[in-house]
């Protein structure tokens, strides 16, 4: 179990001042046939999705170094440890692969995008279809501690698995639901008796346990929606911060880098004691940098948010579709974290199933 001894002090959930700028809101669109979201045009490195033309080119004339070795390789590259999920510290968190992180904080239990199956696909396809999961699940639903809190970032079939939703919704009855806005309808038609609730960017929602008050905050995101043949950006997606009366955590979600909103966040709501960063499906360079940070970006995410301590997720677990080998993304991680002045205290990954600790 990795911890961190850094020291922080209680802080405000915001920093007022005259200089304060509102998050961007996204652009939306009515017509017949119903709402559609878009980037706004103030994030300047949205360029739009690849025509089909650029995939073509991407097909046939990019180099791929994403293919696999044989099973063992992997296992023992990407080694999976059963997890020992620390409910004590006043703040914790625990990779369960790709984007999802289980994290306490000052006794909420939260969970990011919960992806467990073995394709991240439909339902009805997932055994045969979709992208491969090549790392298993840390352990079953069942030997999760209590959820309390579940964040969505967007539709996409490897952030939001119906199946992950149904179980985790059934084992914790009372769990709440943050979804960015047009994704309700979506998980009301997959967990009917489940609260969820929908934010804007920019939208806070306040809840009370066990006698203590927590925030949590919708938080702008630079990417897209689909997840059938006519939906596309018919919802929004969002990343999510969750805050303690003396603890911070945020998690992007799929982003490209909208750097002015991450400066925003880090003005307004940081120090965030950690952070939840992606670090993969990030080449080639030119068809993913609207949709996806690289490593670069990530540091760049972590100095604007003043993020403590920054977790890298979004790696090392499914067979993305993107190019770049499957252990370059850590790799790459620490060399712009020592860039820029960091050391793997504070900017690291886990090992799947591995937990870690902030110890003040």
């Known amino acids: 179990m990795m911890s961190s001894s850094a020291s922080t002090s209680s802080t405000s959930y915001y920093n007022t001042s005259k200089e304060d700028e509102e998050f961007a809101k996204p652009l939306i669109t009515k017509s017949f046939f119903g709402i559609k979201y878009s980037n706004p045009p103030s994030f300047t490195t949205w360029k739009g999705l690849p025509s089909f033309i650029s995939l073509i080119r991407w097909f046939f004339f990019e180099k791929d170094e994403s293919h696999l ?15 020992k999920f620390d409910l004590k510290s006043k703040l914790s968190a625990t990779w369960l692969g790709h984007a999802t992180v289980f994290v306490q904080l000052e006794g909420l239990n939260i969970i ?17 279809a979709g992208p491969k999961r090549y790392v298993k699940p840390p352990c079953p639903y069942e030997d999760l501690p209590p959820i309390h809190v579940g964040v969505i970032s967007h539709n996409h079939y490897d952030h ?16 709440k639901w943050f979804v960015p806005l047009g994704v309700k309808k979506l998980m009301d038609s997959i967990v009917p008796d489940a609260e969820v609730i929908e934010k804007n960017w920019g939208e806070i929602e306040e809840l009370q346990m066990n006698g203590i008050l927590y925030k949590v905050l919708c938080t702008p995101a630079q990417h897209w929606s689909q997840r059938g043949f006519f939906d596309h950006n018919r919802s929004l997606w969002a990343g999510w911060a969750v805050m303690g009366p003396n603890y911070k955590f945020f998690y992007t979600g799929d982003t490209g880098f909208c750097e002015e909103e991450y400066k925003k966040l880090g003005k307004k709501y940081g120090p965030f004691q950690l952070a939840a960063i992606p670090i993969g499906c990030y080449c080639p360079r030119w068809i993913m940098q609207s949709q996806h940070i690289n490593t670069e970006e990530a540091v760049l ?5 003043k993020a403590e301590n920054t977790i890298g997720i979004h790696w090392g677990t499914y067979l993305m579709g993107s190019n770049e080998p499957y252990l370059e993304p ?4 620490g060399e712009a974290a020592a860039k820029h002045g960091y050391t793997p205290k504070n900017l690291f990954t886990v090992r799947h199933g591995e937990s870690w600790s902030y110890n003040p």
């Open 160 to 175: 939001l698995d119906a199946a992950a939703v149904i179980k985790i919704s059934a084992l914790n009855p009372k769990i």
């Open 112 to 128: 990011t995008d919960p992806v467990f199956s073995s394709r991240a696909s439909p339902l009805f396809t997932m055994f045969f």
């Open 69 to 83: 070795p044989s099973k063992e390789f992997v296992a023992k590259a990407l080694p999976v440890i059963t997890p």
């Open 301 to 305: 995410i972590h100095k604007h948010v």
């Open 330 to 333: 850590p790799k790459l991680f």
